[in-house]
């Protein structure tokens, strides 16, 4: 079974410039997030998609980040215009429909985006 | 909200050392709780996890309990290998009633270091 597929793997960008990631889930994966990892934290939450409709996107900076999913297959999150602190890893993951604790299904991560902003 | 916090690190062990990886959670509902790994230059992976307290995961020679009364998870290897070296994550996730969309609460994550 394919992974989760991230691009590119790594971006070097100007401050103020627009960028790109594109996922691809896992086949069937009904479920996709974005998290932000900055070096020496976890991983946080931007923006989870059931198919192709957003359920959680209380942590996505909305003035300058936007994701899509069209036709609940591939996502692409876009950054415009980037700043500073957007430097992070950006990672992509997908599971099963998630219907509670009683049948969690496991989050696949990809490799991540890893994005420097000079 | 719900936080995670894993034990100051970095790590670094010989081979063969006991590992534990301290981490405790606070939450506002009943969490699952989970360790990832992060081999260099790879994804996430999932390591183990508990769904209810006094569970115990284990994976790989790596066991960790549910504790509920100490909000704690932490993680343990009897004799850790070379191999073992990478970031490990404590995360929860707190299922509100059903409506849980699965949103994974991350520590800040514990650098593992093995020497020969």
């Known amino acids: 079974e394919a992974g989760v597929a991230q691009s590119p793997r790594y971006k070097i960008i100007e401050k103020r410039q627009s960028v790109a990631f594109w996922c691809n889930p896992i086949s069937g994966h009904a479920t996709l997030y974005w998290y932000q990892q900055i070096l020496g934290q976890g991983p946080k939450l931007l923006i989870q998609?059931?198919?192709?409709?957003?359920?959680?996107d209380s942590q996505l900076p909305k003035d300058r980040f936007s994701a899509e999913r069209l036709k609940g297959v591939d996502s692409t999150l876009k950054i415009q215009p980037a700043k500073l602190e957007d430097s992070a890893v950006y990672l992509c993951a997908s599971s099963w429909i998630y219907r509670g604790r009683s049948s969690y299904n496991e989050q696949f991560f990809g490799p991540g985006t890893r994005l420097t902003v000079l | 909200g719900d936080s995670v916090t894993q034990m100051e690190g970095p790590v670094t062990l010989s081979e063969e050392a006991f590992l534990t990886i301290n981490c405790t959670y606070t939450a506002t509902g009943y969490p699952s709780l989970f360790w990832y790994v992060q081999y260099p230059g790879e994804g996430l992976q999932l390591l183990l996890k508990?769904?209810?307290?006094?569970d115990k995961g284990s994976n790989k020679g790596f066991e960790a309990t549910y504790r509920k009364e100490t909000t704690s998870f932490h993680l343990e290897k009897g004799s850790v290998q070379v191999s073992d070296s990478a970031v490990y994550f404590c995360a929860l996730i707190t299922d509100a009633g059903g409506t849980s969309y699965g949103k994974l609460t991350f520590g800040q994550g514990t650098i593992l270091t093995v020497h020969p």
């Open positions: 508990a769904t209810k307290a006094d």
């Open positions: 998609f059931q198919n192709n409709g957003v359920v959680d």
